[in-house]
């Protein structure tokens, strides 16, 4: 949730620069045509150099451009809840207006987020740029960009699948953006939402009234753009997403670092060790002991330290200016099994499933849906002015490796360099940030393992099997 701080942002963000994005994106195309003869794309991505993509992480690709915007059993609401404009994409096939688009988009869609209950369930989220007055700012290429660098790390944290998308700007503006518009402006707690769904109205009427007009419409005006992505899991607590009582901004990311995993991330001492000083030392605010609950074993909190360290890896990287509250997860059982790590989703966040062995561990694991408010370059980064990366004193030894790789190969425009200024629609300013951002982040973490202060020791796996882990033994240089 963003607030006034991330207003002001915005409005100095949107004041005068140079145009963010455009559709010259590149990846395998899949081509539609709206009902008024409107040409729209849905592009995979190409993958980026040394990614490690799941059979799952593909057929979801192939899932989301294999979506018609326009077929039967399909329907598209306006997303009126939050902070930021998005539409989305509902399978109609069955439920009470099963095939019934018109009727689904005419009477569920003002329900919300319970429009989900009279559908078989959504297919994704479409979200757009949006930076103008009054909104909180999101930017369309930033969950392209988490997605694909995290299947670069080889990340633990669950970072959603993501597709390019176009869309007939007739099309989205009668059956999402004046619906949304008129449906927002009787919420009086979606009051940046409300001034989203004005602008995008605004613009599909009049392209010029927004700028950089090519942040949300294509070369030739035709088609609005955005993502297709999915945000599963549930909102962490004050336990992972800190307390927030010193305000939006440096305030907040400061009380995120007194969480009890960035605790642990913290102490300069061995993984266990540093396990139970992170959650004793967490434990003495009340908030985050009530949230925490009465039991949290060593093995979450290894999850959680490796999960934690990505994000704030990522956040550096990318100048997120908005994760502090709205970190997610999904619960899992986990057990050993013929000496390997098992696991399976929780139907429940409560002990109790009968399909798993009976000394199953419930843990929550990490899902970072929320990743729109980065790549520009006018965002606050947060995790750079906090200082995050210095203070951490625990790291695994494959993504630093893999970070000193990618930090090669961005200085030497190498094959990610040219991945990353050809693929995404990124303009030269927002590549050079990246560029210049992982720099910083390789410097800081090397600065750490020099002075000693660095222990390659987040492998949560080998901590669930073992009760503890041997630290990787790394060069500084990456080796």
Known sequence: MKTLGFVLLALAASAGTPASATDAVRGKATTFTSPKGVGERCVRIAAIPGGE???????????????????????LCPKTWSTSPGMMVYDISGGPYANDRSGFERNACKEGKSADRLSDGDLAKFKVTMNAKGTSGTFSA???LY???SRYFDMTVKVPVSVWRTMDVAMHASEVARPGLAISGHNRSARMNHAGWQHLVDAEVNPSSYRPTDDIFTADLTQIYGVLTSSPGHR???EINGTRRSGWGAGQNLDFQETPAFLALRHDAQLVEAIDAGLREGRKDGQINRDLGPDVPREQMAYWMREISEIVLLDFIFSQQDRVGNIDFTPYYYWIENGDLAHKKARHHEPGDSTVPAGAMLLRRTN?????AGGRVAYANFAKSTQMLEKLRHFDGKVYARLISLDRDLQNTGPIYQWLASSLGLKESEV???V???RLATGI???SCKAGKLRFDLNPKQFFLLGDVTPDEMSCDGS
């Open 53 to 75: 993509y799941s059979k799952g992480d593909l057929e979801e690709e192939a899932i989301y451009c294999g979506i018609d915007l326009y077929a039967p059993d399909v329907a």
């Open 142 to 144: 930033s969950p392209l």
């Open 147 to 149: 997605y694909h660098f």
């Open 236 to 238: 962490y607590g004050s």
């Open 368 to 372: 970072l849906n929320d990743n729109d």
């Open 432 to 434: 050079a940030q990246v």
């Open 436 to 438: 210049k951002n992982t």
């Open 445 to 447: 973490l090397q600065d």
